[in-house]
């Protein structure tokens, strides 16, 4: 196979606001993809949605106001971004005993995510997530030289405390959230 030229590309972003309810993951869903499919993103595009499906579900669990969602593209790098009001730091992912219903949320986003952080403001956070993907070979999309730099310097990625039992398939649990199993 012969590889692409690199070239850069403009980012290509979209952004829509949720209302902080029990439907906000699943419309949040709804709404993204068919910008992933216009976007020509491949590869683990589930991935991408269970990490926005958890993204969301946390503001509606421990947030504080609207779910505001950001999509940005750039080369063979997707961006998440979801912010809300609420200045609380996020909690670093950690163990959860087993049958425990809830918790997993960002350990899921820790281990499908290449890089996640939280960028925090005075007036709320965004937590973001940049999982990479196969752009379709088209003259719109090739890839972008050099890595994407992260958020601004006020950046931060909570430490890892451990993991969890991987559980097995993806659905929407009890806690508002995606959970493999």
């Known amino acids: 196979m012969i590889p692409l030229p690199r070239r850069a590309v403009d980012p290509v972003e979209t952004s829509a606001v949720f209302a902080p309810t029990i439907q906000a993951p699943a419309l949040a869903r709804r709404w993204a993809r068919p910008h992933l499919g ?5 590869g683990p595009s589930s991935d991408v949605l269970l990490v926005l499906t958890e993204l969301v579900a946390n503001v509606v669990r421990h ?3 609207s779910a505001r969602v950001r999509l940005v593209c750039h ?10 009001d609420d200045t609380t730091a996020v909690q670093a992912p ?6 425990h ?3 997993r949320g960002l350990w899921l986003v820790d281990n499908l995510a290449d890089r996640w952080g939280v ?6 956070k965004v937590v973001w997530a940049e999982l990479h993907h196969f752009p ?12 994407v730099v ?28 995606a959970q493999r199993g």
């Open 119 to 124: 960028d925090y403001a005075a007036t709320g």
């Open 101 to 103: 219903p809830c918790g």
């Open 94 to 99: 950690h163990p959860v005993a087993p049958g």
């Open 75 to 84: 080369g063979p790098v997707l961006r998440l971004e979801v912010g809300d």
């Open 38 to 42: 216009a976007w020509g993103v491949q």
């Open 150 to 177: 992260a958020g601004p310097a006020g950046s931060q990625r909570p430490e890892r405390s451990g993991g969890a039992n991987e559980p097995d398939g993806a659905r929407v649990d009890e806690c508002g959230g």
């Open 136 to 147: 379709q070979a088209s003259p719109r999309w090739r890839p972008a030289p050099g890595p």
């Open 63 to 65: 947030g504080r106001g």
